[in-house]
C-alpha cells in the first residue's frame, strides 16, 4: 500500500467489513472473529482481509469457509457503505500474527528465569491500580461535568441562543417583526 489512497480505503474496507461481520452477518459459523487489516491492490479492485479467529484449527477453517460463502453479502454492503469506482473483491485469509505472538510470549516465560516472574507480576498489580485509580477518577469527572451542564441549563436565561433547538430559534424569529 504506497498510497494514501490505498490506505484510506483498506482502512475503510476493513471497518465495514468488520462491522458487517459483527453486527449484519447471521451465518452461525462465524464467530469469535476479527478483521486484523486489510491490503487493498493498487487497481482498488481486489482486497485482501485478515482475520483473526479464536478456537482451534477446525473453527478456524469453518468460519473462513463461512466468511467465503458470505462474500457476496459482505461485498454489496461495502458497496453501499463505502462510495468507491469499484467494490473490490474481498479474499479471507487467516492472520497467523496473533498465534505468532502467543507463541513468542510462551517461549519467552519458558526462557526466562521464574525470579523475574515475580517482579514483573508486582509490577503488573501496581499498574492495574494506577489503571483503575485513573478510571475512577475519569468516571467522577464526567459526573461533575454532567452535574455542571444541568446545573447550567436549569439556571440559565430560556431566550439564550446557545441553549435553544433549531426549531426554537425558528419560532423565536417568526414572532419577532
Keep these: 500500500m504506497s498510497s494514501r489512497r490505498t490506505a484510506k480505503v483498506a482502512e475503510a474496507v476493513r471497518e465495514q467489513v468488520s462491522t458487517t461481520i459483527l453486527f449484519g452477518l447471521k451465518d452461525p459459523r462465524v464467530k469469535n472473529v476479527t478483521v486484523t487489516r486489510v491490503e487493498v491492490s493498487p487497481d482498488l479492485r481486489n482486497a485482501k482481509v485478515y482475520v483473526s479467529v479464536m478456537g482451534d484449527e477446525k473453527a478456524q477453517r469453518l468460519t473462513i469457509k463461512g466468511l467465503e460463502s458470505a462474500r457476496g453479502f459482505l461485498q ?7 462510495k468507491i469506482r469499484y467494490t473490490p473483491i474481498l479474499q479471507f485469509q487467516l492472520d497467523q500474527g496473533v498465534k ?33 485509580d ?32 433549531d426549531a426554537d430559534q425558528d419560532q423565536q424569529a417568526k414572532r419577532q417583526p
Design 76 to 82: 454489496a454492503k461495502l458497496a453501499e457503505r463505502v
Design 100 to 132: 505468532r505472538s502467543i507463541e513468542a510470549s510462551r517461549l519467552l516465560r519458558e526462557v526466562l528465569p521464574p525470579s523475574s516472574e515475580s517482579d514483573s507480576d508486582s509490577l503488573d498489580e501496581d499498574m492495574d491500580t494506577e489503571l483503575e
Design 134 to 165: 485513573q478510571l475512577l477518577d475519569d468516571d467522577a469527572s464526567d459526573a461533575e461535568r454532567k452535574d455542571d451542564q444541568h446545573a447550567r441549563i436549569e439556571s440559565s436565561d430560556p431566550s439564550d441562543p446557545t441553549l435553544q433547538t
